[in-house]
């Protein structure tokens, strides 16, 4: 009996060894072929008249399947192809993380989808750009006007040269058609019983939070938890405490900008000096992301700093005593507000119709389209007027349309590096606990940064 | 076992890394010089039989496995050329203090999830095991309860259990009185370890009960009757019958626990995303973050195959002990 066992195992390691590598060999050949592809489109050769471009069909792979999303997109899905019955679209509907986990493979593979919505930043465009699978829509982007339709801001977050070594300038690799912004939520029942305005200057609002929390109530409703709801606390401070160039160039930039700088560790201070004052939430590090919204849903806390996202829950709870309003700035700077857009719509490189796959992402984006997107609850991305309805509608959209015409938008301090979201949301909740000092948060975060840009990918 | 293999088994030397096909080739010859067998048809012919089942296996296990190990010794993003690194993947996971930190956290959570199930499973089944106690039943399948609900579940109701501001842990507290012991459990820094790792106690503890009962039940009740006409009292009968006929279940149970403990990835995905800091971070955990929110696949593959080659060793450890303590 073990004589046996012993044998038989031997034979089925020998087995496995051969099966192994005869499997490796193969997948070894494999990827050479990868970053071949059909490369770029030919020069400035556009077709823009995607009538002229006979029956195409296209695969167009998006994540926009909640609620007010979706809507959209099947309306606007219908609209495009009644406006040219030749192109017909193939939608495949998939959530966030189901595209995010499967958009590499599939960019890469043999029938990759013409359209689809890839995600900002190093750790997601960047590796489809460094190897060659997304298609470089400067050319699109002159024969249609897109980069007019955009604040200056938004634009960079959709830019890589291209071998993807920079960040927000380049190649265009993607156009947005919703965006957001981070602001404040207020309770103006418990504002007006302050005996409070919206405050008007960074001043105002600090002085705001200190007198909510003297008479006992919430300041700023906050659960972090979730660990990334750290990050819009400390980016909107650290803006009212750097230059708004300094920030953007720190995430966009090449490396050269330290983070270990004075209006940095000015606002890692602050934030320190919040949580253990307690202008949160009590016991914020265990409270989730929901919960903590919904408490604000339910008239718990003065402020609530967060994304335009939350617009339609919010005013269904609170209905007409929730207002919104930006961050402002200290006394004499400028306005800077924390925000993004929604996943960049790209064409892959391999495609066979880009003219007709370029039609598509213009239709989606064009000033017609932002209304639609509008109509269903979302936040348009371009800079094109749209109506909105009267109520938080209107005070997200009057924001965001301000922030826009102001080019004050700063994206998220996570697109910095492939790890910075762990990283920062890490430090965040150490410096938040009491765990770190703002000198070595700074530090931290400096560290990361330093090592992806001195070329350890 | 070494009797077994006289083909080469000679003391001292090392032998030279063969190619594969040799190594087939020698495992056959070396079957076929040892043969004592049984007259009638080829032994050997066995090994067809199992080929089907062994294809599936390969496909499906060995394979995937394969190429994990090769990823692990690359730095891949998944899409461009994978570049060989050797082990510098392992070196990064000692090096690089979050890492070590998740592995470190898994040891400490071997403690919730298999060391205290199996210990409290035990001093239950002890006073389970001399009293019939009416509705047993029910108290079984109530304990073995948590096994049967999704760890996501679990994971999303502890999640409330431990809200700091309306959980019913935290209320519970309030109301007893202990109300200074009140905090944000999951956001506690010195705490939120051992919060994640209760969670796992509960959910392992009727499993591992559920195993010794079965157990007990096919000790022999003479073994009992002897011990107690020798004037055993319930400690002495404990360890003197109880104990050392469980072993089996024992060590059934520690292995279960102690690899679930080791893969835990759902509960603190859902509870605290490794948060605060780095306090609950666990490997499975930065194997899906590394692989997929970073594009660190080489990494991934490695931090990977740490952990498997750490459930190998230390099952492999508890199945040992348990087979040499048997007569």
């Known amino acids: 009996m073990y004589l046996s066992r012993s044998r038989s195992m031997k034979l089925v390691l020998a087995i496995a060894a051969v099966f192994a590598l005869a499997m490796l060999a193969g997948c070894g050949e494999d990827k050479t072929s990868t970053s071949g592809g059909a490369g770029t489109s030919g020069g400035g050769g556009v077709n823009t008249d995607a009538a002229s471009l006979g029956d195409v069909t296209l695969t167009v792979w998006d994540q926009e399947v909640r609620g007010g999303q979706n809507s959209a997109m099947v309306e606007l899905n219908k609209q495009f192809h009644e406006k040219f019955p030749n192109i017909t679209i193939k939608r495949v509907a998939k959530s966030f993380t189901d595209l995010q986990t499967t958009l590499k493979l599939a960019a890469s593979g043999p029938n990759p989808p013409d359209v689809v919505e890839a995600n900002n930043g190093y750790a997601a465009m960047g590796p489809l750009v460094k190897a060659n699978l997304l298609l470089d829509l400067s050319d699109y982007s002159d024969a249609y006007g897109w980069a007019d339709r955009y604040s200056t801001g938004i634009l960079k977050m959709n830019q890589f040269s291209a071998d993807a070594a920079t960040f927000g300038s380049g190649n265009l690799y993607g156009v947005p058609m919703t965006g957001e912004v981070v602001g404040v939520y207020y309770n103006k029942d418990i504002l007006s019983k302050l005996g409070l305005d919206v405050p008007a200057t960074w001043e105002d609002f600090v002085a705001a939070v200190e007198k909510a929390k003297g008479a006992g109530e919430t300041a700023v409703q906050f659960g972090n938890l979730d660990k990334w709801p750290g990050i819009h606390e400390f980016e909107t401070i650290q803006l009212q405490n750097v230059d708004k160039d300094y920030a953007r160039n720190f995430i966009f930039g090449d490396g050269t900008p330290s983070f270990e700088d004075e209006g940095n560790t000015a606002a890692a201070t602050t934030l320190a000096d919040w949580a253990s004052k307690g202008y949160f939430t009590d016991g914020f590090a265990g409270l989730g992301y929901d919960p903590s919204w919904q408490d604000f849903g339910k008239g718990k806390g003065l402020f609530l700093i967060t994304g335009s996202w939350l617009t339609s829950d919010l005013g269904k709870a609170l209905g007409d005593k929730v207002g919104f309003f930006l961050v402002p700035p200290p006394e004499g700077g400028s306005l800077a507000s924390l925000g993004g857009e929604g996943l960049p719509w790209a064409i892959s490189s391999k495609t066979a119709n880009a003219d007709a796959a370029a039609a598509y992402v213009n239709f989606i984006t064009s000033d017609e389209a932002m209304q639609v997107v509008t109509d269903n609850g979302n936040l348009s991305a371009s800079k094109a007027p749209v109506t909105v309805p009267a109520g938080l509608d209107t005070e997200v959209y009057e924001a965001w349309k301000k922030a826009n015409d102001e080019d004050a938008i700063v994206p998220y301090l996570d697109w910095a590096t492939p790890t910075m979201y762990d990283t920062s949301t890490a430090e965040i909740q150490k410096l938040m606990g009491g765990q770190t000092s703002p000198a070595d948060f700074v530090s931290a975060i400096q560290a990361d940064y330093a090592k992806f840009h001195s070329g350890a990918r | ?327």
């Open chain 2, 1 to 327: 076992m070494r009797s077994s293999t006289p083909a080469h088994a000679e003391p001292g030397v090392v032998a030279e890394p063969a190619p594969a096909e040799l190594l087939l080739g020698r495992a056959l010859r070396s079957a076929k010089v040892s043969r004592r067998d049984p007259p009638g048809e080829p032994r050997h012919v066995g090994y067809l039989y199992i080929l089907p089942a062994f294809a599936i296996y390969a496909l499906f296990v060995l394979a995937p496995l394969g190429f994990a190990v090769w990823y692990s010794l690359h730095t891949w993003d998944g899409l461009l050329p994978m570049e060989w690194v050797g082990l510098d993947n392992y070196k990064e996971i000692f090096r690089s203090g979050p890492l070590r930190q998740a592995f470190g956290h898994s040891l400490v959570l071997i403690v919730f999830y298999a060391v205290l199930p199996v210990t409290l499973g035990l001093i239950m089944v002890a006073a389970l095991s001399r009293a019939r106690i009416r509705g047993q039943a029910a108290f079984r399948t109530v304990l073995f309860l948590p096994q049967v609900i999704p760890l996501v579940v679990v994971a999303v109701v502890w999640r409330m259990i431990y809200a700091p501001n309306n959980g019913s842990l935290n209320d519970f507290l309030g109301k007893v009185g202990l109300g200074s012991l009140e905090r944000a459990w999951l956001g506690d820094f010195n705490l939120a370890l051992y919060a994640v790792g209760f969670i796992g106690t509960w959910v392992a503890t009727g499993l591992a009960l559920v195993l010794f009962m079965s157990g007990v039940q096919r000790i022999p009740q003479s073994l009992y009757d002897a011990a107690r006409v020798d004037g055993a009292g319930p400690v002495r009968e404990f360890f003197a019958v109880t104990l050392p006929n469980l072993r089996g279940e024992i060590a059934v149970a520690l292995t279960l626990t102690t690899i679930a403990a080791l893969r835990n990835f759902d509960l603190v995905y859902i509870t605290t995303q490794g948060g605060p800091g780095n306090q609950t971070s666990v490997p499975a955990f930065e194997v899906y973050n590394k692989a997929f929110q970073q594009g660190q696949i080489g990494l991934a593959a490695a931090i990977g195959i740490t952990l498997a080659a750490m459930i190998l060793v230390i099952t492999f450890g508890i199945t040992r002990i348990s087979e040499r303590g048997r007569a």
